[in-house]
């Protein structure tokens, strides 16, 4: 069994990347974040909640080591003039020139090009390097992707929603990257809000997964470049980094996880639908 614990290119980006990102939202302390980067971890995703201490983490990593880690920041801008205060202001507060990747966060839809373009202009300033989008409507992923494959897209990298419960982007997502020069792919929700984790919810005489199985499921379908997880203190982000030394899951561990995520996708609705997830 191989581990996940190499590096990988990040689509075309030239990028460098941990199996494994690190999200901001649930306020893990600026230390274990700098731990975990001493361990290997170097995407670090300043996201949906800027979390003061993962900012300082941020920008004690860079200092040390600007180019060893890789930083990104979103936006949920929906005016393009707000696009770029956002991104500057970020930059000040971690003290750093510009951030490898900036995500247009939660498009249905594909971003106005106003939004593009006010994103675009940042990265020709050297404020970002490359740009991503992440999306809630699967089914507009095929499209997004044949507009990369034709050089017609201004993202490399791609996010969305994919784990052990959520399993569409098999059949939505996955099947439609281009055969060649694949785009970055980076998920999310990885053990369904704490869903994967929870002994009310699993199947009778089922006991939950480690978050490290979570972890390994996504990163197990070799689309995914990067998993996300969202760790709130340091025995959450260290059994999380436990996920790559493992590697993929066996079949017997991979049938399991199957099995809990259809369990709980028919008993359990989720917090927010995704486009193309059938009714619970």
């Known amino acids: 069994m191989t581990s ?3 590096k990988t290119p990040l689509g075309k980006t030239g ?6 990102g690190i999200g901001s939202s649930f306020g893990a302390p600026t230390r ?7 361990q290997g971890i170097n995407y670090l995703y300043w996201g949906t909640v800027r979390r003061p201490a993962f900012g300082r983490a941020m920008r004690n990593v860079a200092r040390r080591d600007r180019d060893g880690v890789v930083l990104t920041i979103q936006s949920y801008a929906r005016v393009a003039a707000l696009v770029a205060p956002s991104v500057e202001i970020s930059l000040r507060r971690v003290g750093v020139d510009y951030f490898d990747l900036l995500l247009l966060g939660n498009w249905n839809q594909p971003p ?3 939004v593009v373009d006010a994103a675009l202009a940042l ?3 050297g404020k970002v390097r490359f740009l991503m989008v992440s999306t809630h409507n699967r089914p507009l992923l095929p499209s997004l992707f044949e507009g990369y494959a034709k050089g017609e897209s201004p993202f490399d990298v791609f996010m969305f929603r994919y784990n052990a419960v959520h399993r569409g982007a098999e059949k939505d997502a996955f099947p439609f990257l281009p055969a060649e020069q694949k785009p970055g792919i980076v998920t999310y929700t990885t053990t369904r809000w704490g869903d994967l984790l929870d002994p009310r919810k699993m199947p009778e005489g089922e006991s939950p997964p480690p978050a490290s199985h979570c972890y390994r499921f996504a990163l197990s379908n070799p689309a995914v470049d990067i998993a996300l997880c969202g760790p709130a203190n340091r025995d959450q982000m260290q059994e999380a980094i436990r996920s790559l030394e493992l590697g993929p899951l066996s ?6 996880m199957q099995s809990i995520g259809h369990h709980l996708y028919g008993h359990h609705k989720a917090r927010f639908a995704d486009a193309g997830d059938e009714p619970s």
């Open 4 to 6: 996940f614990e190499t």
């Open 15 to 20: 990028l460098s990347v941990s199996r494994l």
């Open 32 to 38: 274990v974040i700098e731990e975990a980067v001493e």
């Open 112 to 114: 106005s090009p106003a």
């Open 123 to 125: 990265k020709d300033q």
């Open 251 to 256: 079949p017997d561990e991979m049938s399991r």
